[in-house]
């Protein structure tokens, strides 16, 4: 599977920004979770969010909790990232990612396929 990230930016704090990342390639889009995460330098990579082959069910890291929005569109191959209220720590190259199993969208672990990321900045 090819996973490319788009919308990244500089942004400052308060402010909205909605990544989207297309998959492309022979692993059916819809039977498969796709996630989020962000790294930031000197910090590992964190999971973010993630959501599962329907879209149904939802998952989020407690930073990101209330403010973050994961959808997909599996007609579209596309997952999306809606990020409200952003705040300087949320500065990080953004990777969207694909699970190896269908069915555990929470687990990070389970995510294997990342594509290239794209940069958040937020200044204050």
Request: glycine content about 12%; overall charge positive.
């Amino acid at each position: 599977v090819q996973l490319q990230a788009y919308g990244g930016g500089l942004v400052q704090a308060g402010d909205s920004l909605r990544l989207a990342c297309t998959a492309s390639g022979r692993r059916i889009f819809s039977n498969y979770p796709m996630g989020w995460f962000r790294q930031s330098p000197g910090m590992e990579r964190e999971f973010v969010a993630g959501i599962s082959r329907s879209g149904d069910s939802l998952y989020y890291a407690d930073s990101v909790k209330g403010r973050f929005t994961i959808s997909r569109d599996n007609g579209k191959n596309t997952v999306y990232l809606q990020m409200n209220k952003l705040e300087p720590e949320d500065t990080a190259v953004y990777y969207c990612s694909q699970g190896s199993s269908p069915y555990q969208y929470t687990f990070s672990r389970n995510y294997h396929y990342f594509g290239q990321g794209t940069l958040i900045t937020v200044s204050s």
